[in-house]
C-alpha cells in the first residue's frame, strides 16, 4: 500500500468515526481507491458480510471523487469531487440511506 493511500485510509476513517451515520464503517485501499462499507449480518445464521456501499478515487493529494456501488456490482460515478471531509459530508447528508447500517 502506497504511504499516501496509508495516511488517506487513517484520515477516511477518523473523520467516520466522528457522526453515528457514518460511525463503524470500514475503510479499505484498493489502488488508488478508498473503499467504504459495513460489515452486516446475512441469512439465518447471522453471518456476517462485507458490503462495499462508496468509493472515494483519488485525483490529487486533496481532492477525490465519489462513486456509488449499484446493485449490480459496477461502480456509477457520481458528480461530487473534493477532500476527504467534503466527501464525508455528502455521506452523511446527501447519500446516508447508502452508508447507513441495514438494521
Keep these: 500500500m ?12 477518523r473523520d467516520l468515526e466522528q457522526h453515528p451515520v457514518t460511525s463503524g464503517l470500514y475503510v479499505r485501499v484498493h489502488g488508488k481507491n478508498l473503499v467504504v462499507g459495513r460489515e452486516e449480518p446475512w441469512g439465518s445464521e447471522g453471518e ?14 486533496h481532492n477525490y471523487s465519489l462513486s456509488v456501488k449499484r446493485h449490480t456490482g459496477r461502480w456509477e460515478t457520481t458528480p461530487f469531487q473534493g477532500t476527504i471531509s467534503e466527501m464525508v459530508d455528502v455521506m452523511r447528508s446527501i447519500m446516508q440511506h447508502l452508508v447507513a447500517p441495514w438494521g
Excluded at 502506497?2 to 476513517?13: C, D, G, I, N, W
Excluded at 456476517?48 to 456501499?53: G, L
Design 2 to 13: 502506497q504511504p499516501e493511500m496509508a495516511a488517506a485510509r487513517v484520515s477516511l476513517l
Design 48 to 61: 456476517m458480510i462485507r458490503d462495499d456501499r462508496v468509493r472515494l478515487t483519488r485525483h490529487n493529494s
